[in-house]
């Protein structure tokens, strides 16, 4: 397989985490990038329409009408949702891999997908065989997948959270898990919408979603199949001026075990061998930039005097929480090094 | 007189000129909003739309169909480019004096106006009457008129900067004029836009207009009208990751006359009497957020060693650059304080 | 006493709760800005060093030791902790009121004082004879009450957030109450440090106070006194990129008395007559923009499924928080409007 | 020389142009990060500091008496002005080659560096054979070089903006040169201080400069040696609330011959196999983030109407203006490929 390298399709490459997938893969050893589709588009070179790739990208974007995604070994939907399900079937039929960065695969209880997407799934034996990628969590069985549910971002954060203590049971769940999440402006996408204008979105800060959230009930599915318990969970997410970060304070009353044992190094050790899960030293916090524009999550614990632990999460949005993550199930699907193609050093200040 | 108060309406109430129109209204003592027109919101209350205005603006959007705008005293239109010339003529009919913040009465070349804004104008008649809205430089014109061009962001900087220097004729024309202009993200208006999404425009800057700008006529006719001569003009806007804010870098080619005068004090006795231009002391440089929420325009003039001046002028792109240059207009146009309703500190922090 | 304006002393005026003082009452009609001190800004005129009050203010900063502030009729301390208590009895001696802007009087139990400031308490008299300053909690003894502790900003959020549940015993204080407080940067006020630079504290959000953060114990306290109950109280202040703005997000375990009543209006009512507090309607979500630059505090209500009740207020910092919050206190102190000088509409956008 | 990789000291790791040298020479494979000095932060784990640098620099900053630096190949200043001076003669001695990102070697004229760093220059035997480092200006000297002075942020926009019309002579000296320059905050460093606080520089934009900018001088000279004639320079920068990124607005008046030619081909041929300068298709004009964090510079040409050309230039100041530029530097000098660790893909959003 040697100088043979992955082509890649990236179907709706015009958005943020189409663009996030561009500046990673463009340096990613392992890649050719096939084909970026964009209906809108279509003819433009992907470089004339962000900059930020001129020299780095050199294809244009093509109608998805004329792509031969089929020719590709995976192809990414940096799409809206119910994109990817549709075309799902006919891309496996032709050894074709998919890395889903929208929700069609994210819910496996199909009527839970299509009360909060009104829209029913149109591939429900697709979505059965689809594995969430979170490698921390799912390493096997995205190594063996062929259609991957690249989690939502405010899901990573929660998750990665709280692993540890839903594998030991030390959370009590007679008390709701508590998230409230803080996210960068770009997690709404780059589509002409007042309300994340400049002028509107700088300087403030708000909390939104009174109505929900469609990563509640993803957060929910995926903390009860760990707890393999009944929980209750309370999910405020938050929008602050920022273009990329995401933080997520994490509240939870813990059983009597967890307050027996050094949560620390609970922490510490099951994420001693994950190169992009960081279990910051005792008595710091993190900071969103700490992680710009890498693919690393952090994480720290601020254990309370109450039996409550705070656990704080920052990652990248478009990365860890996107585009990065995709890459990485990407990297492990193949059989690539984990690593591979994300190896940026985060950028700061 | 007393206890009556003008009645205002003002078109297009959704935009950013109309909301800021709103925050200096609402506290106006000789005012009362009568109407607030919006074809889209109509029904809706305004401080719905606008939360910030809740216990201060009671009415709700109207539908321009069924305002009756004729029983206002004054019509601010918050417009895009070509309403308020359509609804001019019948305004005036009715004894309704108009304020226009948009585009319509600014070129009194109407060829001008034609190429510039892609319409014929529909009432050159109305524009021959109209006055540039300048206090500082239309005071008189400004008492007897009935309709108001309320002139543009830019404009303002560049005219009230260079006032002194044009009125003595101390410019060697044989140089171009330059300015250098800095605007934030509000001058774009509140409309859905990719290009002025929190995530496109923050933590960046740029230079755009390169077909030109719209602002440039306008300064070169006011240029050359206070100039009586002939002369060149270059015109750079620029794109800041400021909300509000309005900074402009004048380079002017200074006459002998000029050189051989004290320019500081020039300044200071051309504004002595004006409530809202400050000339600020020798060896200083104003910044954007000393008049943040204000109808201040403040000048700093930095001599060069070779014969140029550089003049810094700053502002508030949406008060002195528009809905308080109108408030103010309104205010000579109808015998009141001038600085009725504009005595808000500016906001620093 | 028509006429006769309050004089009023400044001790501190360089910092952002000073000059956010002088920007609120370089327009109070009622008000004299009698002396402005700073040790380090001595001589300086206070519109030189803060541009913005240029024609507003004319003061000039004057030497703490040469300013005769026993002739003033209040004094507002915008200083560090431990500089108003070393005053306040001196000037009490003399007639004069005190409004602290500082932490000095806001524990009653001196011993808490000392273990968060690090400072033996120098006057327990005048501490226990202080008055809280939430007005809409204890207006009536700030009425007569000659020393006031202005409350810290977190606080303020969360006692006026859970005012109505607390009167009503409609917490169940089995599980912590939550706050997850989330602050503009200006909070952190106007002195040099690292952390607090624009290229460290721009496009980036964190968690602090590792160690615990000194608003804690001020809201434990004031929480106890108001359940009459022992409670634990969780509390994670953030950092947030914006100048002025804080929002934080109340976690509340709703007793059974609660679930069967409609919170909505249990707050609706409770806050009817405060012009400063301002309970949204059923289904929307406060942001920070909505009152920036202006003493209103506004609450939303979020139930949750689970008997949980998430409570979001946001409110400027710099207004509610500290400086307009001190005026008003001032404006009750002394019998006047409640409202006068803070009537500013908030700057959106 | 395989496998042998270079021994790199960095002087002054705690400012922004020293961690962005780790952020750039941690993944730089031919680069061993030796020693990294701090007398403030000595003993520290350099990613405890700035826990970016988790997993990327396993090294603690050490006291500037204890490292040996005379043992690196290569050692950077990233200190304040008149560090490097001192330290170079000694360096030289041991063959440790010397780029310094301060000043030191900046102006070939003593007598002009010390009228503006207030410092006699301690060694002008080695400011004499130090180059100047701008490799697309002079990069057969900086292969030969053992001192470089690593050019200001400005002057590199300057420079490069006009280079290829000062090689041609294409400039008419007789109007002057006008660069109106605007700069990210970092530009101003990490040191704390009052006016580079989030809630001065945020939302927010000044001039500044008013008794003159040291790179003036840089530039003038420069530009003076390049032109082989005496010429005028006007120079206005300005800070913008923008983390990181330069954008130079560039006036010069054209002279009779450059009117007849095709500017855009001559920057086009001129900067053909310049890998990191970038001159724009026609009719585009650039924007900071299509540079944020990488070591390109773009050129826009904009034609104006009246035998004026306008550029416009920008870079990221902290790597093309500063860090990015000395390790081109430093692979000059070391036979190293040019791009070597300098790949990192533009961050956009």
Known sequence: M??????VGIVGGTGYTGVELLR???????????????????GLAVAELFPSLRGYVDVSFSNPENADLSACDV??????????????????ASNTK???????????????????????????DVLQASVYGIAELNREQIKKANVIANPGCYPTTVLLGLLPLLEHA?????????????????????????????????????????????????????????????????FTPHLVPMIRGMLTTLYVKLTDDAKAVDLQSVYAQRY????????????????????????????????????YLTVVVVQDNLVKGAAGQAVQNMNIMFGLEEQQGLGV?????
């Open 272 to 307: 001693e061998h994950e190169g992009f899960v960081d279990v910051l030293p005792k008595g710091s916090l993190p900071e969103t930039r700490s992680v710009r524009g890498s693919n690393h999550l952090r994480i720290a614990l601020q254990p309370q005097a109450n039996g």
């Open 24 to 42: 990673l893969l463009a340096t990613h050893p392992d890649v050719e990038i096939a084909a970026v589709t964009s209906r809108g588009e279509a």
């Open 170 to 234: 030390y959370i009590d769940y007679t008390a709701p898990i508590i998230a409230d999440a803080k996210s960068g402006v770009s997690g709404a996408g780059r589509k002409a919408a007042v309300p994340t204008l400049f002028s509107e979105a700088s300087d403030n800060m708000k909390a939104y979603g009174v109505s929900g959230h469609r990563h509640h009930p993803e957060i929910e599915a995926q903390l009860k199949q760990l707890a393999s318990a009944d929980l209750q969970f309370i």
């Open 75 to 92: 192809v990414f939907f940096a799409t809206p949702h119910g994109v990817a399900m549709r075309q799902a079937p006919a891309l496996l």
């Open 98 to 124: 998919v890395i889903d960065l929208a929700a069609d695969f994210r819910l496996q209880d199909s009527a839970v997908f299509e009360q909060w997407y009104n829209m029913p799934h149109s591939c429900p």
């Open 2 to 7: 040697e100088n043979q390298k992955l082509k």
């Open 345 to 349: 050093v985060p950028l700061m200040p």
